[in-house]
């Protein structure tokens, strides 16, 4: 591995950022154009006259020639103003700050149940292979896996919420805490530990519970299958057999030297899977009434809100090819045959 | 290495009590301290909370807390003055003078005066809002003042129901020294959305929740409640089970008829109900074959399952609906049973398509939209179909699009289609005109000379007798032409917990939901 020909796969990645990012705005350009419709008729169609639709389509500009539309949107794009909602007036910086916040906290409990639930049992089910323990932990992980989130959310809710009564089963918060917490950073588990607020961030915790489970427990199954196989094949690797034949005791042969290095994959596909997670925090947001920026989408679309949709879709694109972006980076370091 | 997870679990353990015993006391102490803060749930979707700009019940809902019109409809549905003692019209009804209550302050202390009423009218026209509210206003050619209590209203034709257009969000009276007078205030603005209503918005969030406080400065009785926080939801289910944990006291607007008859049920929850005066209808282009055929329109007339569709698709929340004008409102008649029964009459309808003289079973394509009406819209049509296909003089095909698409194709694409509707006001006016005038919004091509001079006599009309004369008149010579086929009003619904109070005196058919008003 030379220095020059790291800095090289590094520049060339990112320099694949751009035709990326704009193949994707483009496709969501089309698409949502493609798709009868547009906003003005969305909401005042079926309430006022075509002769008071139309004026307001042109001054928002619907009726201009396609190109020009699309290049006044690249260009906007450029200079960084992703613009104003067009149903209710709303910065996209607002929904992206308010609503983004409300995904990231979803998102990182979701990834850390995925991680503590599919690793776990993937180490165990690897460690014990073809054992009635290995064969419920695989049976488990296609399950979750396999599930629709909407459907595991709808039966978390009928069973902690309905049945037990345990778990709230919708928002963020309970409505009075909603209205009492100040918000700092809008990801309401900081913003209440930030005020010192116990009694709310106990709220939040049980509010996040059930759709952090449902988010997360899709992803566990991808990491609990990853994890028992680089297990099992890493239990075989020769140095596991040196070490056994140096005296190692075998807790430590499987805990520090085997489970370590099965670890190494899975790192790579926690980043990986994160683009998988925002999809399904979409559904789950639906489910639970939780406030994301998945929430939003659905609404706008449903509007044709162009400027909305174009502007999440803007954000989950540069969210997934970052994260793409930064765990080949860490691969390229960590892993010296990895070259273009 | 044993000491420090020792140290980690103690630090957890204490974390984990601490967090325990503040929840308590949390729930505990706010409990009592926010009692009287009623929680409200909805479906609905706000827009803009800017009266200049808001065109939509939800945003409407929003709003009839915070601000207020000269009239209004604080009590029932009887038309009454508000933020006005009274209008008096010069004789040929294009000059309105208005004169203002005393002593009546914004939330901010401001003094309501003639100025902000002019403002708030000269705003909405200038700026033109997207949503289209500014066309209620496309009478009013200009608005002055006389002296700090009197405004003047001058209108480019007679219009009887100009009270009814200032009781609209087109009239509400803003603080002209907080909003700006050439756009529109974002809805998290809240340090600057300053209305006279019983309300101050405290704090918005868009799509999850708008608070509400008490206004101090409120020169009418104070809210029967310590304040008032609407939620909202994307589905009816979730916020049917937020309504079950006791997460919300009230849920309005709006649940499945499934839902509904479910909650009807519990015994921890009441479903109230009253008078309502959201309409379904069917529009037919009468300009496209085969519904230019007015025996065509008549067949189908004769043939509306209205009582199966009340009963069957809408477990009774719906009434089957015989005028464009729903019945609770003055100078309602049920033209319809009038002229084609009250139950379906194969008979008749079998007359009418001989006269028709077409070929039966006569193939027709009728369009709906699935989620735009509520999910129950899928249901509705198949009962149409089946009842249509079932006389064997047609055979009919459903088609349906989502709302942006529907909403732009409407008359203009389809020859029969579902619509509902909401009025701006509720007056018969409204569900006639709208409808019934040449150009109407949904471009189905009915125009007629004798509705055209009715619509003009009941604008010019002078006293409400005279004017509830010509809307009669104008219900029968809509039934008659057909050009629209109304079927089903709405109840006005809502679902408490067993412990809130109040509810039913807000639902009449004025449909404004009036959470000042409930307790618990």
């Not at chain 2, 409204?430 to 125009?447: I, K, M």
Request: charged share 15%; net charge positive.
């Amino acid at each position: 591995m030379t220095g020059t020909s790291l800095r090289t796969y590094l520049l060339t990645r990112l320099a694949l950022v751009v035709p990326m990012v704009w193949i994707l705005l483009t496709l969501v350009f089309l698409l949502l154009r493609v798709a009868p419709g547009n906003p003005i008729e969305a909401a005042l169609g079926g309430h006022v006259p075509p002769s008071v639709v139309k004026p307001i389509e042109h001054r928002l500009g619907f009726d201009k020639p396609l190109l020009t539309q699309y290049g006044d949107y690249l260009w906007n794009i450029v200079r960084g103003n992703f613009g104003t909602t067009i149903t209710d007036n709303r910065p996209l910086s607002q929904i992206i700050k308010q609503n983004g916040a409300a995904t990231l906290e979803l998102t990182f409990f979701a990834m850390l149940i995925a991680i503590v639930v599919g690793v776990l049992i993937g180490l165990v089910a690897g460690r014990y292979r073809d054992t009635p323990v290995d064969i419920g932990g695989r049976l488990f992980g296609i399950v979750v896996y396999a599930t629709p989130p909407f459907f595991l959310g709808l039966m978390a809710q009928l069973v902690f919420g309905v049945w037990l009564g345990w778990l709230p089963t919708s928002d963020q918060a309970s409505p009075l805490t909603q209205a009492l917490l100040q918000t700092h950073t809008n990801i309401y588990f900081v913003d209440a530990i930030w005020d010192g607020n116990w009694g709310a961030l106990w709220d939040i915790v049980k509010h996040l519970i059930l759709p952090a489970m449902t988010l997360g427990l899709i992803t566990a199954g991808v990491f609990l299958r990853l994890t028992r196989i680089n297990v099992i094949r890493t239990l075989r690797d020769d140095y596991i057999e040196a070490a056994r034949a140096r005296g190692i005791v075998e807790r430590r042969v499987v805990f520090v030297h085997a489970f370590k290095n099965a670890l190494v994959p899975v790192i790579t596909v926690v980043g990986l899977n994160l683009a998988i997670l925002l999809g399904g925090a979409v559904l789950t947001e639906e489910t639970f009434n939780w406030p994301g920026i998945g929430h939003e989408l659905v609404l706008y679309l449903q509007n044709r809100d162009y400027t909305a949709v174009q502007g999440i879709m803007i954000v989950f694109a540069l969210v997934v090819v970052g994260v793409s972006v930064i765990v080949d980076f860490i691969n390229a370091f960590v892993d010296p045959r990895i070259r273009y | 290495m044993g000491k420090t997870r020792k140290r980690w679990l103690l630090l957890a353990v204490a974390v984990l009590a601490v967090a325990a015993a503040a929840g308590t006391a949390y729930g505990g102490g706010k409990a009592s301290k926010a009692g009287k803060i009623l929680v409200d749930g909805t479906t609905g979707t706000v827009v803009n909370i800017d009266p200049a700009n808001e065109y939509d019940y939800d945003s409407f809902t929003v709003d009839l807390n915070i601000f207020q019109g000269l009239y209004g409809f604080p009590k029932g549905a009887k038309l009454q003055p508000v933020l006005a003692t009274g209008c008096s019209h010069s004789p040929n009804l294009k000059t309105w003078t208005c004169k203002l209550r005393h002593g009546v302050k914004f939330s901010n202390g401001d003094p309501m005066t003639s100025a902000d009423v002019k403002y708030s009218f000269d705003r909405v026209q200038k700026i033109k809002g997207d949503q289209g509210i500014y066309t209620l206003l496309s009478d009013l050619k200009s608005t002055s003042t006389s002296g700090a209590y009197t405004v003047v209203f001058h209108l480019i034709h007679p219009f009887s129901v100009w009270p009814y257009i200032l009781s609209t969000n087109a009239g509400y009276v803003v603080d002209k020294n907080t909003f700006p007078a050439d756009k529109i205030l974002a809805n998290t603005d809240t340090a600057h959305m300053i209305g006279t209503g019983p309300y101050v918005l405290t704090k918005f969030t868009p799509s999850q929740q708008a608070v509400f406080t008490p206004n101090k400065n409120y020169w009418g009785a104070a809210p029967k409640n310590g304040g008032l926080i609407i939620n909202y939801f994307s589905k009816s289910s979730t916020m049917k089970l937020a309504l079950q944990q006791g997460s919300l006291d009230m849920a309005f607007q709006t649940f499945t008829p499934t839902e509904l008859a479910a909650m009807g049920k519990q015994k921890s929850l009441v479903v109230h109900s009253g008078h309502g005066v959201v309409i379904r209808y069917l529009v037919f282009n009468v300009k496209r074959p085969p519904f230019n055929n007015i025996n065509v329109r008549r067949a189908i007339a004769y043939l509306m399952p209205r009582q199966t569709i009340a009963s069957r698709v809408y477990h009774g929340t719906v009434e089957p609906l015989y005028s464009m004008v729903p019945q609770g409102l003055p100078s309602a008649i049920p033209a319809y049973k009038t002229l084609y029964g009250a139950s379906p009459n194969l008979a008749k309808a079998k007359a009418a398509m001989k006269a028709a003289k077409v070929k039966t079973p006569l193939k027709i394509t009728i369009w709906w939209t699935p989620s735009h009406y509520g999910d129950a819209s899928a249901d509705e049509y198949a009962e149409i179909q089946r009842a249509l296909n079932a006389s064997g003089l047609f055979k009919v095909t459903l088609k349906s699009a989502e709302w942006a698409q529907y909403s732009g194709a409407l008359g203009k694409q389809y020859g029969a289609f579902q619509l509902g509707w909401f009025p701006d006001y509720p007056d018969a006016d409204d569900y006639t005109v709208s409808f019934y005038q040449t150009n109407s919004f949904f471009s189905n091509g009915y125009s007629s000379k004798q509705m055209t001079s009715l619509i003009a006599k009941e604008r010019g009309a002078k006293t409400s007798a005279l004017r509830y004369s010509y809307l009669k008149k104008m219900q029968l010579l809509g039934a008659k032409d057909l050009p629209t086929i109304p079927y089903w009003q709405g109840n006005m619904i809502a679902v408490s917990r067993s412990n809130v109070k109040g509810i039913d005196s807000t639902l009449d058919a004025a449909y404004y939901m009036r959470f000042w008003l409930i307790s618990k």
